[in-house]
């Protein structure tokens, strides 16, 4: 579907980051006279996320391009229903199938360096007696599985100031998947020792997505903020008259 209305473009981060992770994009886009909006994602939980990404979208006064990093991607998937959503922008993410989960459509491939690398540390939930579980990456293997090919002053800022995901989103099942009806674009980082690089490749292939492969690590908006505002940028043309 298309539109005479300028889109507002929404960025969503993935897990063990946060909205700053798409500090080298926004001026590009804001540069380029799009309109952004980068939310700080919970990320406790897929459904949840996916909850709170949709009510921003929906006061969003016109039409919506969703861009979705990572764990971001699955997000939105599920978010991007929401009647003023007009096309997706994947990057190095999971398109998931209605049904599936993180864990499932992972499982299908060779883990990457992320699987060994990972930490879990308990947190309180309140009014419960049992306690969540965080995931996140260890520190010192930071750069290497999630930010190779970033400024290693930068990575190790990143590295100690990760936004964890909580082990619950990792078996939720999406209870929907908006490409099946909106146009989709995805970047796959094919140096991506993050998620398996055919995670990604399958996920888009599955869904129909128009595809670009960027040689880059998994914070390919740090790393290759261009090839980010670019597919993007084709995202918002194509959806606007």
């Known amino acids: 579907m298309s539109t005479t209305e300028k889109p507002t473009v929404v960025l969503v981060h ?28 919970p990320n406790r939980s897929l459904i949840g996320d996916a909850a709170y990404v949709a009510s921003i979208v929906r006061q969003i006064p016109g039409p919506v391009v969703l861009v979705g990093h990572s764990y971001g991607g699955a997000v939105i998937t599920v978010a991007g229903v929401e009647d003023n959503v007009r096309a997706l922008v994947y990057l190095a993410g999971y398109a ?48 290497a599985v999630f930010a190779a090919d970033v400024d290693p002053q930068l990575a190790s800022v990143l590295a100690v100031s990760q936004r964890p995901l909580a082990a619950q989103a990792f ?59 670019d597919l993007i940028e084709k995202a918002v043309r194509a959806t606007t008259a």
């Open 96 to 143: 998931l199938q209605k049904g599936e989960s993180l864990g499932e459509l992972q499982g299908r491939f060779p883990d990457s360096d992320l699987a060994a690398a990972l930490v879990q540390t308990p947190f309180p939930i309140e009014g419960s007696t049992t306690p969540g579980t965080d995931v996140s990456v260890q520190v010192d293997k930071f750069p």
């Open 171 to 229: 078996t939720e099942a999406a209870p929907a998947a908006a490409w099946e009806t909106k146009p989709s674009w995805g970047l796959v980082s094919s140096s991506d020792h993050t998620i398996n690089p055919d995670v990604e490749r399958f996920g888009y292939e599955r869904a129909g997505m128009t595809t670009v492969e960027v040689d880059s690590s998994h914070l390919v908006m740090l790393a290759h903020p261009e090839a980010v505002v």
């Open 14 to 41: 993935g897990a063990f980051a946060d909205a700053s992770s798409y500090a080298r994009v926004i001026p590009g886009l804001i540069t380029r006279g799009l309109d952004v909006v980068a939310p700080a994602v």
